[in-house]
T-cell receptor, first 112, second 116 residues
Framework: DQQVKQNSPSLSVQEGRISILNCDYT??????FLWYKKYPAEGPTFLIS?????DKNEDGRFTVFLNKSAKHLSLHIVPSQPGDSAVYFC???????????FGGGTRLMVKP | DTGVSQDPRHKITKRGQNVTFRCDPI?????LYWYRQTLGQGPEFLTY????????KSRLLSDRFSAERPKGSFSTLEIQRTEQGDSAMYLC??????????????FGPGTRLLVL
């Protein structure tokens, strides 16, 4: 049973527009959520995180929204740039320092 | 560079051979994690150390897999009698110890294993 799901395997966006990547989870014990970006043949790079006590966290062009009642989080990238083209993974953990459970990833393509 | 490092970056082996991978975490990070990623999937947790103690192991970690972190610094992951299904990217991550808040895990570049 997949506890973290990213239902869109790919997303294509025009440069300068907003990219919205979605993630759903089923485990109510998850209390920390992260987004990672991954280029081919490299390890995941941390982007932004959010604790379950918040519903929004912003860092530059990246904003993560958390809707606990819907068990849903989203990553907004504004404005999107061609360099943002990569695979994005959402991940969740239950408790400090615990293992991460990842979604299957969404491939974002930002067209110039 | 003070990030997580992994060695080797690529490994090709024949079925039945043993392989060992090394991970050097970020300095002073006392938590170290191993994950495995297959094509088209997200990383899956394998095992986790706090200092030299192995605290958790996934059911994915069969008895052919063993991980160590003898001095609480670098870690090794050994796969014995490799099978073609072991072909994957093996990722290492580290984090500082969280006390009252969650801590982010930072990943290395991974070791890509191909078993022929």
């Amino acid at each position: 049973d997949q506890q973290v799901k990213q239902n869109s395997p790919s997303l294509s966006v025009q440069e300068g527009r907003i990219s919205i990547l979605n993630c759903d989870y089923t485990n109510s014990m998850f209390d920390y959520f992260l987004w990672y970006k991954k280029y081919p043949a490299e390890g995941p790079t941390f982007l932004i995180s959010i604790s379950s006590i918040k519903d929004k966290n912003e860092d530059g062009r990246f904003t993560v929204f958390l809707n606990k009642s819907a068990k849903h989080l989203s990553l907004h990238i504004v404005p999107s740039q061609p360099g943002d083209s990569a695979v994005y993974f959402c991940a969740a953990s239950a408790g400090a320092g615990n293992m991460l459970t990842f979604g299957g990833g969404t491939r974002l393509m930002v067209k110039p | 560079d003070t990030g997580v490092s992994q060695d080797p970056r690529h490994k090709i082996t024949k079925r039945g051979q043993n392989v060992t991978f090394r991970c050097d975490p970020i300095s002073e990070h006392n938590r170290l994690y191993w994950y495995r990623q297959t094509l088209g999937q997200g990383p899956e947790f394998l095992t986790y150390f706090q200092n030299e103690a192995q605290l958790e192991k996934s059911r994915l970690l069969s008895d052919r897999f063993s991980a160590e972190r003898p001095k609480g610094s670098f870690s090794t992951l050994e796969i014995q009698r490799t099978e073609q299904g072991d072909s994957a990217m093996y990722l290492c991550a580290s984090s500082p110890q969280a006390v009252h808040s969650q801590e982010t895990q930072y990943f290395g570049p991974g070791t890509r294993l191909l078993v022929l």
